[in-house]
C-alpha cells in the first residue's frame, strides 16, 4: 500500500464556528497521527465561508507541536499572495522547531475571489498578471543564494540561517502544474477533489518528463481525492450529501458554511441538480471502506501515485474522525501504528 495522508480545510459547518473548526483541526491532526498517517497539510483559502483557516503556517505550528511523528505542511501556501522572503522565513522557521517534519506545499490561485486577492496583494508589491514563476524563482534563490552579482538581496539574508526550507511541492489540477513541476524537478501534488482535468494524464505526464534539478532525486507524485466513509454504503451516502449540496451551491456562486445531512436532504432539488451532483459525484469516493478502496484502487494504480491524501468534508466532526480510522484500518495503517 502506498503512504496515506490527510488534507484539511478547517471545514465550518452549519452548526460548528469557525474557531471551534480551527480546534477540531487540531484534534483530528493527533487522531490522524496516531493512526499513522504520512502527512497533515492544511490549505489556504480567504472569504470563504466554510473554510476556517486563511493561514496554514500558523496552523503548521500548532499542530506539529502537538503531533509527534505525522509531516505537517502546506496544501498550500498560495505564493501570489505572499512576498518569497516572507514565505522562506517562515518555513525556515518551522523547519528549525520541527526538524524533519515540515512540508511546503505551493499554489498558483489566489485561494479566493477577485475583490479579495485584490485586497491580498494590492499593496504587497506591483507585479502585473500572472507572476508565479517569477515569485517561485525567487524563493528558490532565498535558498540557494544565487542572486547575480549586486543584486541588493545579496545583502539579505532569511532567518534562520542555519536552516534549510523544507522540501518543496507544487500543486495544481491542471497538465500546466504538472508539467512546471516536473520541469523544476519539485514533488507534485495533484487535487483530483475539484480539479476538471484527469488526474491520471496529469501525473503521468508528470512523472514522463520530471528533470532532476537539485530539489529532488526522483519524482514523486501525491494524488489528492475526496473520501466520505462510513460503517456502510448507505451511512456514507448521507454523510456526503452535505459535500453534494455544499458543491451544488459553490457552483453557483452561493458561499455557505457546510450543511448537514439533514439540511441537505431537506433541500428542495430539481432535475438539473440532481444531474450536476451526479456529475459531481466522480471527483468524491463514497462509501464502506471496501467500497471505498474498490473505487480508489483503479485510479491509484493508473495515475502511477506514490502517496494517498484525503480530504473528508464531513459535517460532524467525531464522523469525520470516524471516516479517517476506517481507510486507516483498510490501508493497514491502524496495525502498523500500534506495532
Known sequence: MIPLSVLDLSVVTSGTKPATALRNSID??????????????????HNLASVASPAPDLMIGQIAAVTKNIRVGSGGVMLPNHAPLVIAERFKMLEALFPGRIDLGLGRAPGTDGPTAYALRSRLDRREGDDFLERLHELTLWETRNFPPNHPFNQVVAMPDDTSLPPMWLLGSSDYSSELAAQVGMGYAFAHHFASYDAIAAMTN??????????RETPYAILA??????????????????????????????????????EAQAYAYTDADRAAIARNRSRIFVGSPATVMQKLEPMIAASQADELMVVSAIYDHEARKKSYSLIADAYGLTSKAAA
Not at 493512526?35 to 497533515?40: A, E, N, W
Not at 451516502?237 to 448537514?260: F, H, T, V
Open 28 to 45: 483530528l491532526a493527533r487522531h490522524a497521527d496516531a493512526l499513522g498517517f504520512t502527512r497533515y497539510w492544511l490549505a489556504e483559502h
Open 225 to 262: 481525492v475526496a473520501v466520505v466513509a462510513a460503517e456502510t454504503d448507505a451511512e456514507a451516502e448521507r454523510l456526503a450529501a452535505s459535500m453534494d449540496l455544499n458543491r451544488l451551491l459553490r457552483d453557483r456562486g452561493q458561499y455557505i458554511p457546510l450543511p448537514s445531512p439533514e
Open 206 to 215: 508528470y512523472r514522463a518528463h520530471f528533470k532532476q534539478t537539485g530539489w
